[in-house]
């Protein structure tokens, strides 16, 4: 089971990015696939979650509304849009996976670096 993260870069404050997690190695239709992230020297946090089989979807209030969070079925893939960027979203951003029957995330990509520059 791999979760493969990417899209991460630098980008201009305001800029936007589009991150990708491409799961593989089994079937995700009981998984809820989420997004963390961790700044220098802070801890990780949750961003955005997205439960494969019916798309429900939750996100950190400190980022409503310039996130959104999608899957593709055909490409095994969820994506993590990210807008209007600020220098404080700077962090390593990883996805992981669940079980619906659990709470903890027990799968983990090896995270992909998002710098945000003012």
């Known amino acids: 089971v791999q979760l493969q993260a990417s899209g991460g870069g630098l980008v201009q404050a305001g800029g936007s990015l589009r991150l990708s997690c491409a799961a593989s190695g089994r079937t995700f239709i009981s998984y809820v696939m989420g997004w963390f992230r961790q700044a220098p020297g802070k801890e990780r946090e949750f961003v955005a979650r997205?439960?494969?089989?019916?798309?429900?979807?939750r996100y950190a209030d400190s980022m409503k509304g310039r996130i959104t969070i999608s899957r593709d079925n055909a490409k095994n893939t969820v994506y993590l849009q990210l807008n209007s960027l600020k220098p404080e979203d700077t962090a390593v951003y990883y996805c992981?996976?669940?079980?619906?029957?659990?709470?903890?995330?027990?799968?983990w990509g090896q995270g992909t670096e998002v710098t945000v520059s003012s």
């Open positions: 992981a996976a669940r079980r619906i029957a659990t709470s903890t995330y027990d799968i």
């Open positions: 997205i439960q494969w089989s019916d798309d429900s979807i």
